[in-house]
T-cell receptor, first 114, second 114 residues
Framework: SQQGEEDPQALSIQEGENATMNCSYK?????LQWYRQNSGRGLVHLIL?????REKHSGRLRVTLDTSKKSSSLLITASRAADTASYFC??????????????FGQGTTLQVKP | GAGVSQSPSNKVTEKGKDVELRCDPI?????LYWYRQSLGQGLEFLIY????????KSGLPSDRFSAERTGGSVSTLTIQRTQQEDSAVYLC????????????FGNGTRLTVT
């Protein structure tokens, strides 16, 4: 079953604007990860944030995690047309015995117009 | 270096036929995962391997689905007596298997059952 719910389902912005995607989940987690998927391709890992972390940065990406609200957000600053893709959050459940198994959300489709 | 390789990239089969999907993980990765992605949807977990063992098969939808891994490397996902609802992209991912490492995905096999 899917754990993550992502919001919005689709987002269209102009190049140079910021894009914010949100993810909510239901059960306790060990960590939360964000992945990107270009059309017809596999997923590519972007960033991992652990349950004891609140914010993490990687280049133009900023991820926040609020475990009290069971939610995370991904901010892409100064977006580019090449950022057009689907973005998925994935949770590593706290009870999964460290198998590395991730539960994915439904994804947000981002379109960045040049 | 070589990433995760999946074959075939596309497979069209008739309802009722059996299909085999292959995954070559990154060399040295002990953990291997199969996921299924229906059109425009998130990823549905199918099965997890650690070495040649499958400690978590909880996502396999029915007994028509099976998977094996040999030599701690190549994995095969077999679907018997395919049904139209089996049509989806089947994604394989691998990781070093130590703790919560990011998953490395292949480009998937697009299965169409007619």
């Amino acid at each position: 079953s899917q754990q993550g719910e992502e919001d919005p389902q689709a987002l269209s912005i102009q190049e140079g604007e910021n894009a914010t995607m949100n993810c909510s989940y239901k059960t306790s987690i060990n960590n939360l990860q964000w992945y990107r998927q270009n059309s017809g391709r596999g997923l590519v890992h972007l960033i991992l944030i652990r349950s004891n972390e609140r914010e993490k940065h990687s280049g133009r990406l900023r991820v926040t995690l609020d475990t009290s609200k069971k939610s995370s957000s991904l901010l892409i600053t100064a977006s580019r047309a090449a950022d057009t893709a689907s973005y998925f959050c994935a949770t590593g459940p706290g009870s999964s015995g460290n198998t590395g198994k991730l539960i994915f959300g439904q994804g947000t489709t981002l379109q960045v117009k040049p | 270096g070589a990433g995760v390789s999946q074959s075939p990239s596309n497979k069209v089969t008739e309802k009722g036929k059996d299909v085999e999907l292959r995954c070559d993980p990154i060399s040295g990765h002990t953990a291997l995962y199969w996921y299924r992605q229906s059109l425009g949807q998130g990823l549905e977990f199918l099965i997890y391997f650690q070495g040649n063992s499958a400690p978590d098969k909880s996502g396999l939808p029915s007994d028509r689905f099976s998977a094996e891994r040999t030599g701690g490397s190549v994995s095969t996902l077999t679907i018997q007596r395919t049904q139209q609802e089996d049509s989806a992209v089947y994604l394989c991912a691998s990781s070093p298997g130590t703790g919560w490492s990011p998953l490395h995905f292949g480009n998937g096999t697009r299965l169409t059952v007619t």
